[in-house]
């Protein structure tokens, strides 16, 4: 059974840090794109980082970029977000998609909530 699952979310104070897996079951991983989006309540889905599947490319939305670092252990069949300095803005709920187009494939996960308060 294909299934993305994210962990690692929670309640952090400004300026803390935390990391986010999304673990893979009935795919390889490596063989996929992986992105990480979220979405605040009343906002639309974006996204926040991607790394490419050979290559190991990585793109980052400018809002995160230098804070945040999206990483892939192929043993672990895991993608990870490390995210540090976090701000109030960056809570949301965090998603996970895995992704190919030869053949045409799309998967998401079950989101894990980033709540940054004081």
């Known amino acids: 059974q294909v299934q993305l699952v994210e962990s690692g979310g929670g309640l952090v104070q400004p300026g803390g840090s935390l990391r986010l897996s999304c673990v893979a079951s009935g795919f390889i991983v490596s063989n996929y794109g992986v992105s990480w989006y979220r979405q605040a309540p009343g906002k639309e889905r974006e996204l926040v980082a991607d790394?490419?599947?050979?290559?190991?490319?990585?793109n980052y939305a400018d809002s995160v970029k230098g804070r945040f670092t999206i990483s892939r252990d192929n043993a672990k069949n895991t993608v990870y977000l490390q995210m540090n300095s976090l701000k109030l803005e960056d809570t949301a709920m965090y998603y996970c998609n895995a992704y190919t187009t030869r053949p045409i494939r799309d998967y998401w996960g079950q989101g894990t909530q980033v709540t940054v308060s004081s």
């Open positions: 790394i490419t599947s050979a290559g190991g490319r990585r």
